[in-house]
T-cell receptor, first 110, second 112 residues
């Protein structure tokens, strides 16, 4: 079993739709959770960083963490074509090892 | 610009060549990382340096040799690579070992 599971997609939505992304994990020691956005031929860009369970909102982006279910989500409201990218979830415990999902490729159609 | 700069952006090398990848961070961070990203696979952690000391070697073959002369610079020395080593090599840094990591743009390596 992979430590972090993420549906690779691809996911295609019309402009203005809500994009819903999620990851599940198996390591109960994880308590730091991140979402990265990666455009083609670019490095990952940090979008959201959360600690432990709960919700965090930043503009059109909302990150949710449910540690009891070992499940994290990222929602993108009012999606734009510029949101088309690969989204990576990542998480770690009290060490330096980030464990990544494989990434979900999202296309927002104009 | 993320504050983490990698050079070169693209590199094509033969299996008998020796080359080096360079990473520089301008964020005042204490930890630096090398990751490998292959198509359709999760990022693979290769090496971790914390305060210039290597704290992790994630079973990486010896044909990859890291060097961290100071907290701002990280190198990855490459020699006698194989075609399956072709990938995007990403450098990252973080303030501490359990805080968010910031990535460079990567070096696209092709081994021929």
């Amino acid at each position: 079993q992979k430590e972090v599971e993420q549906d690779p997609g691809p996911l295609s939505v019309p402009e203005g739709a809500i994009v819903s992304l999620n990851c599940t994990y198996s390591n109960s020691a994880f308590q730091y959770f991140m979402w990265y956005r990666q455009y083609s031929r670019k490095g990952p860009e940090l979008l959201m960083y959360t600690y432990s369970s709960g919700n965090k909102e930043d503009g059109r982006f909302t990150a949710q963490v449910d540690k009891s279910s070992k499940y994290i989500s990222l929602f993108i409201r009012d999606s734009q074509p510029s949101d088309s990218a690969t989204y990576l979830c990542a998480m770690s415990g009290n060490d330096y090892k980030l464990s990544f999902g494989a990434g979900t490729t999202v296309t927002v159609r104009a | 610009e993320t504050g983490v700069t990698q050079t070169p952006r693209h590199l094509v090398m033969g299996m008998t060549n020796k080359k080096s990848l360079k990473c520089e961070q301008h964020l005042g961070h204490n930890a630096m990382y090398w990751y490998k990203q292959s198509a359709k696979k999760p990022l693979e952690l290769m090496f971790v340096y914390n305060f210039k000391e290597q704290t992790e070697n994630n079973s990486v073959p010896s044909r990859f040799s890291p060097e961290c002369p100071n907290s701002s610079h990280l190198f990855l020395h490459l020699h006698t690579l194989q075609p399956e080593d072709s990938a995007l090599y990403l450098c990252a840094s973080s303030q501490a070992v359990n805080t968010e990591a910031f990535f460079g743009q990567g070096t696209r390596l092709t081994v021929v």
